[in-house]
T-cell receptor, first 115, second 115 residues
């Protein structure tokens, strides 16, 4: 399987600031990565599909100008929460997709708290 | 479109007792099915998956699941649980025709194993 890391593991920021979250595939070249958000005691909601070298595909209801996704290399995708507000506080999880076996490997998540 | 319903939000059980976590799905096309486990403040770990072949799938940590096409179910079972199995469990589905492995998750079932 693939090993996926996220950085930072947690972050606290002031309202109005921007926060960048990194997702790295440590041992696998990932053409496709996914970004999810998870509110407490809830399921994972897919935010967007990140494709290396092209624009991300956002799910309905996700603001692409607020959640900027960059997938500049086969091992790194970044999610930037711009002008964060308290309602953006959540657990953000990324995954990489291995087409062979149709399996996703998940990162450990990033806890974002916006004050 | 696909959807996943986990019928129990919480399942309390005593240690060494058997457990079944229920999952039903809805789809107009053939699907792949997955069970993931999430420990507190961590990402998701794959327990098992059904792609094709035998409808009884064995996974890690002694878990197994049975795909029932007529009942559109994929229930997760373990004959004897341990305290360490306490976690959140998610059932997920992806379409065979899905480009890029997009997963749809159920709402999650919180398994609480008591001594």
């Amino acid at each position: 399987g693939a090993v996926v890391s996220q950085h930072p593991s947690w972050v606290i920021c002031k309202s109005g600031t921007s926060v960048k979250i990194e997702c790295r595939s440590l041992d696998f070249q990932a053409t496709t990565m996914f970004w999810y958000r998870q509110f407490p005691k809830q399921s994972l909601m897919l935010m967007a599909t990140s494709n290396e070298g092209s624009k991300a595909t956002y799910e309905q209801g996700v603001e692409k100008d607020k959640f900027l996704i960059n997938h500049a290399s086969l091992t790194l995708s970044t999610l930037t929460v711009t002008s964060a507000h308290p309602e953006d506080s959540s657990f953000y999880i990324c995954s990489v997709w291995l087409a062979e076996g149709d399996e996703q490997f998940f990162g450990p998540g990033t806890r974002l708290t916006v004050l | 479109a696909q959807s996943v319903t986990q019928l129990d939000s919480q399942v309390p059980v005593f240690e060494e007792a058997p457990v079944e976590l229920r999952c039903n799905y809805s789809s107009s096309v053939s699907v792949y099915l997955f069970w993931y486990v999430q420990y507190p403040n961590q990402g998701l770990q794959l327990l098992l998956k059904y792609l094709s072949g035998s409808t009884l799938v064995k996974g890690i940590n002694g878990f197994e699941a049975e795909f029932n096409k007529s009942q559109t179910s994929f229930h997760l079972r373990k004959p004897s649980v341990h305290i360490s199995d306490t976690a959140e469990y998610f059932c997920a589905v992806s379409s065979l025709y899905n480009q890029g492995g997009k997963l749809i998750f159920g709402q999650g079932t919180e398994l609480s194993v008591k001594p």
